[in-house]
């Protein structure tokens, strides 16, 4: 079965870094897409970056487009989201997501993990 495992969050000051991690088991992820979203409280939740796992292509959120980044490692099958001049708006619950290529929906979801940004 898929599961997919988030770490990193925290509690952080405006203007610093966080890098979470997505570790992915149950799959061969290759024709996969992975995406990290994040939901804040009484908001829908939100696509922030996305990949497909063999591609070469990355979307980004307008609000977050050059600050984070979405990577990955093959040999340890995680994708990474590198957080860097965080703002207090960033502050919101981030879930790791994986869909098949052929499929319109998201359907593996990782346990989410918070990130805070005090001003």
């Known amino acids: 079965q898929v599961q997919l495992v988030e770490s990193g969050g925290g509690l952080v000051q405006a203007g610093s870094s966080l890098r979470l991690s997505c570790a992915a088991s149950?799959?061969?992820?290759?024709?996969?897409?992975m995406g990290w979203f994040r939901q804040a409280p009484g908001k829908e939740r939100e696509l922030v970056a996305a990949?497909?796992?063999?591609?070469?292509?990355?979307v980004y959120a307008d609000s977050v487009k050059d600050r984070f980044t979405i990577s990955k490692d093959n040999a340890k099958n995680t994708i990474y989201l590198q957080m860097n001049s965080l703002k207090p708006e960033d502050t919101a619950v981030y879930y790791c997501?994986?869909?098949?290529?052929?499929?319109?929906?998201?359907?593996?979801w990782g346990q989410g993990t918070q990130v805070t940004v005090s001003s």
């Open positions: 997501g994986a869909r098949d290529g052929d499929q319109d929906t998201y359907k593996y």
């Open positions: 149950g799959r061969t992820f290759s024709m996969y897409d």
């Open positions: 990949f497909r796992w063999s591609g070469i292509n990355t």
